[in-house]
């Protein structure tokens, strides 16, 4: 896990900084990624690479970045893990390839020069990675197939310069100080990070997940997807009394994959289905003998006394789990008010809720206890209908089209074990009939309010551009819903948060459910394996019925990573900094809102619990006056 920048300067041209200086640069604004190695290379005054390195995997010098193959005609830079490098190295050596570390990104270069821009089909990884082709004057980069990592570029006729990070680009003289109005809106109105290769800044773009590149010898920029999820129905799924232990099987060598490290491994551990599925694997794995560290330390976040607080069922956990030292550590929301600038600072671009800066504070004190990598359960919610509640109304939907007598008893299933009306049920159900657009203007007008205190001419031009998820006939809504949410609306922002928070202390984030073997897996099952009965994620149940405590396997009420946000709104700390806030001159001259609507809002104690979205005006506040933005 690393920081990357690179500079391809296009026809010669320069702007007058020497090119080695830029890249240091750009190194140094990502030291936080990197705090074990600063390494440059500059290619004929035309090509810099530039990385900082955070050591995991070999811990020697031999594994310092850039690295080059043999004749130094391949140069790379890569940030994330190839985990089945191991696997490779063999095929490699066989070729005639010729290894001098025990490194991953060893295996990228070899792999390449063997197989060509289809290597990456063969990684099971994270990655984002750029190789210059000396001999091809080419610069071919990669971004792994979900986007845990981040590829940020942007192109002028001077210049093709990339970065894992916003301030590298920066850095490079690359902002305009424009935000992307369209991503503002979008994000302002409905809480979105959509991934279509856009950016909150303008002229910055993102390698789409999935995609790799090439910036040929004429400056010329192309992308093209290596890998796409399945379409249903296009790989067979396993028969059904065969399925659960299948799924285990792939997720136990995903967790296997996953802890190979040359410095310690930890977890980060809710009450949840899904960081417990891991937990008792690792565990498992322990006394199995099949991994080489025998003790992990699990760090919870907890809130006595509050309805987020999952301590009790962390403790039934690890009553069952002798290999597992359980740590519980209490983010509080006083530091909200003195941590709110340096934690938006840290992001680089807005986060849509709350639960980031809790996640940031918990990468900042497992830091401080040594750790570099941890693992967590992101990934499963998304392929195998968790989230329950949001959820129903397409599961409902699907049933009314294909089998209308089986709905009624689904919902009756979903009021007894979800505790949800036949009120909310209908509500849900309308709101996968009426299509992403509607249901999201609907929401933002009449449930959380966001649209009612923008301005009016700035609403009016973006809400039509955010795309559209319409309801299928067939029975295949459910499917096509968690599909949008996997690759364009709301999986990227999550992974974004987690890489930025984690790497901002320079810690290493993995994620054994977002291994694309059990992504795969997920899209082969039939609905009634992911959802049915009131039962969420039914193959991952299935698959621990007989390891996980009744207090997790049978909980169906999916809270996710909560926090106890309206509450830290009510402290005089926090009221102070909304009032400072919204009585700036900054926040009066917007004008992509009614600022006089919105402070009324903003300071009103209870807006939070209400279900304002309180915390996206605070951060794109803040984040405007950090960028220095001029057009919003």
Not at 175 to 204: C, E, P
Not at 208 to 213: C, D, K, M, T, V
Not at 607 to 632: K, L, S, Y
């Amino acid at each position: 896990m690393c920081g990357i920048n690179g500079v391809v300067r296009l026809q010669g041209r320069s702007d007058g900084v020497p090119l080695e200086a830029l890249i240091r640069r750009m190194n140094d604004a990502l030291a936080h990624r990197g705090p074990d190695g600063d390494g440059a290379f500059i290619d004929e005054a035309r090509v810099g690479l530039g990385h900082r390195r955070l050591s995991i995997l070999d811990l020697s010098d031999a594994g310092n970045q850039p690295m080059f193959n043999e004749d130094r005609s391949l140069a790379l830079v890569f940030n994330g893990e190839i985990y089945n490098y191991l696997e490779l190295m063999p095929e490699l050596k066989a070729a005639g390839h010729v290894f001098r570390s025990q490194s991953d990104s060893e295996v990228i270069l070899h792999a390449y020069e063997q197989w060509g821009a289809e290597c990456v089909r063969r990684f099971n990884g994270m990655w984002a990675f750029a190789l210059w082709d000396r001999r091809a004057q080419q610069l071919f980069v990669s971004r792994d197939r979900f986007g845990v990592k981040p590829f940020y570029f942007h192109q002028s006729p001077q210049a093709f310069s990339f970065s894992s990070e916003p301030a590298g680009l920066k850095a490079a003289g690359c902002m305009n100080g424009q935000a992307n109005l369209t991503k503002l809106h979008a994000y302002l109105a409905y809480g979105y990070r959509i991934s279509d290769g856009d950016t909150f800044f303008d002229g910055v773009q993102e390698l789409l997940p999935g995609h790799s590149g090439v910036l040929n010898a004429a400056g010329q920029f192309r992308s093209w997807p290596h890998w796409e999820l399945p379409q249903r129905g296009s790989q067979a799924a396993p028969p059904p009394a065969e399925r659960a232990e299948a799924y285990r099987a792939l997720l136990t060598d995903a967790v296997r994959l996953r802890f190979r490290s040359d410095v310690p491994v930890a977890l980060l551990q809710s009450g949840g289905l899904d960081s417990s599925a891991i937990c008792a694997t690792v565990n498992d794995a322990i006394d199995a003998g099949h991994l080489a560290q025998t003790d992990v330390t699990a760090f919870t976040a907890v809130y006595p006394g509050q309805p987020q607080d999952e301590s009790a069922a962390v403790k039934d956990l690890m009553a069952t789990c002798g290999h597992v030292r359980s740590v519980l550590l209490t983010p509080g929301g006083k530091s909200l008010s003195t941590g709110m600038e340096d934690f938006v600072r840290r992001m680089q671009e807005p986060v849509a809720s709350s639960t980031s800066f809790v996640h940031q504070q918990l990468m900042a004190a497992i830091r401080q206890q040594g750790i570099k990598v941890v693992i967590n359960g992101q990934g499963a919610d998304e392929a195998l209908a968790g989230y329950g509640r949001y959820i129903v109304g397409y599961r409902l939907l699907d049933l009314l089209q294909t089998r209308p007598a089986a709905a009624l008893n689904e919902a009756r299933a979903m009021q007894r074990l979800m505790g949800m009306g036949f009120t909310q049920l209908a509500m849900q159900t309308a709101k996968a009939m009426l299509g992403r657009r509607a249901a999201s203007a609907y929401r933002a007008r009449y449930v959380e309010r966001a649209s009612t205190v923008l301005d009016g001419a700035f609403h009016a031009s973006h809400h039509g551009r955010l795309p559209e998820v319409t309801m299928q006939r067939g029975g295949a809504n459910l499917r096509h819903h968690l599909r949008s949410q996997l690759l364009s609306f709301g999986f990227n922002q999550i992974l974004h948060y987690e890489d930025q928070s984690s790497m901002s202390e320079s810690v290493e984030i993995r994620s054994p459910f977002i291994d694309y073997r059990l992504m795969e897996f997920a899209f082969s099952l039939p609905d009634d394996a992911l959802f049915s009965g009131g039962i969420t994620k039914r193959v991952l149940r299935e698959a621990f019925a007989h390891r996980l405590p009744a207090s997790i396997l049978h909980n169906h009420n999916k809270i996710g990573f909560a926090t106890p946000f309206d509450r830290w709104m009510r402290e005089p700390s926090s009221r102070a900094m909304v009032a400072a806030l919204v009585h700036s001159p900054e926040f009066r001259s917007r004008r992509i809102w009614n600022a006089d609507r919105l402070a009324k809002t903003l300071l009103d104690p209870q807006a939070a619990a209400r279900g304002f979205p309180v915390w996206r005006f605070m951060n794109a506040e803040i984040w405007m006056r950090q960028q220095g933005i001029v057009n919003a």
